[in-house]
């Protein structure tokens, strides 16, 4: 009858596996770095328990890691030829985490990120830049998002700050930020918020979140909070809050100081532009019919908004409209913009 493996002896064990899980071959870890991925995916470790096994694991040539002891704190990676090294990932798993890194960078919480490193690593060494070879490598260059706006220079948002940002949002903490408002000609200020989610908007990257001891929901451009630290403080997220509901009954940050829901009717002549919006529809609520003297008539209940004058002010000429109305069916108010 096999012994059984001591408690100890197998949390020891534990240990060994999940650090393996967070090294790189390519990438030198810190053992800080290993800590934090393991406690942010809720393995309850601290920072000397693992250094010990790190210390360990270097003395046993079964492990083989490497450590780059030229600067403080040392880094750790695993050989290339380490049996504990994840397989390698195929060509079309790499393309699949490229592009989720390109594209849902703000998308995704820091910790999650950091989690994922040693797997973002690999599939750079998989789908290198520059010259390419094969159809995965070639098909990050046949693809792209056209905005559907002029294409504005994305603002600088420091590391700090967004991994500081989400994992207030992430761990529902209060959130301590230093604001420079565009409403006050450059002033800095404090501020205790607490995160309800993360907006990307175009190029701009936003935290909406309520001020402590207020229920106004308020939108803090990232590129403008000049600090941030994570208190200590927890909070319940609101119940009556919902970031879906929330964005889905306004145009964010092009509503306005009020939210007013309007029907829109308008009236135009160009078939080309009627197909269009047959396809893309204002609203759920649209409507389309045709009238006398060769005009179709097309109305929508939606949020009133800065986006609507802008397309009917680009498209007025080309879709032949000859007229525009709004009815202002209800208003409430917005909350106010950082």
């Keep these: 009858m096999s012994e059984k493996i001591k408690p100890d002896a197998k949390s020891q064990a534990m240990i060994y596996f999940q650090i393996l899980g967070r090294l790189s071959r390519y990438t030198w ?19 000397l328990t693992v250094q010990r096994a790190i210390k360990l694991m270097r003395e046993d040539p079964l492990f083989c890691l490497e450590c780059n002891d030229g600067s403080k ?7 290339k030829d380490s049996p504990f090294a994840q397989g ?4 079309s798993e790499s393309l699949l985490l490229r592009m989720a890194q390109q594209y849902l960078k703000y998308q995704l919480p820091a910790a999650v990120t950091r989690s994922l490193a040693p797997m973002f690593d690999e599939s750079r060494v998989v789908l290198p ?3 390419t070879k094969t159809p995965a490598q ?13 294409p504005f220079v994305a603002p600088k948002i420091l590391p700090r700050i967004f991994n500081a940002v989400s994992e207030a949002l992430y761990l529902n903490r209060e959130l301590v930020v230093v604001y420079c408002s565009l409403g006050n000609q450059g002033e800095e200020r404090r501020h205790t918020v607490q995160p309800l989610g993360i907006v990307q908007q175009d190029v701009r990257v936003y935290l909406v979140c309520r001020y402590a001891g207020q229920e106004d929901v308020r939108h803090l451009a990232l590129h403008r909070i000049r600090s941030a630290e994570v208190s200590e403080n927890s909070f319940a997220p609101p119940r009556d809050f919902s970031l879906d509901q929330y964005l889905s009954s306004r145009h964010f940050n092009y509503t306005g100081k009020t939210v007013r829901r309007v029907r829109l009717t308008i009236e135009l002549t160009e078939p080309a532009a009627v197909r269009t919006l047959e396809e893309t529809p204002f609203d759920a609520s649209q409507t ?10 097309i109305t929508a209940e939606m949020p009133d908004s800065r986006l609507i004058d802008g397309w009917l002010a680009m498209w ?12 202002i069916l209800d208003v409430s108010s917005e909350s106010g913009r950082g």
């Design 316 to 327: 007025s000429d080309d879709s032949g409209i000859v007229s525009v109305r709004k009815e």
């Design 88 to 91: 390698e990932l195929t060509p």
């Design 138 to 150: 070639a098909w990050r260059s046949k693809v792209a998002v056209v905005p559907n706006q002029l």
């Design 73 to 79: 704190p040392f880094g750790y990676r695993l050989r």
């Design 29 to 47: 870890r810190t053992a800080q770095d290993i800590c934090d991925s393991l406690r942010n995916d809720g393995v309850p470790v601290r920072l």
């Design 129 to 131: 830049a520059g010259k």
């Design 288 to 297: 389309i019919e045709k009238i006398d003297g060769g005009r179709w008539r």
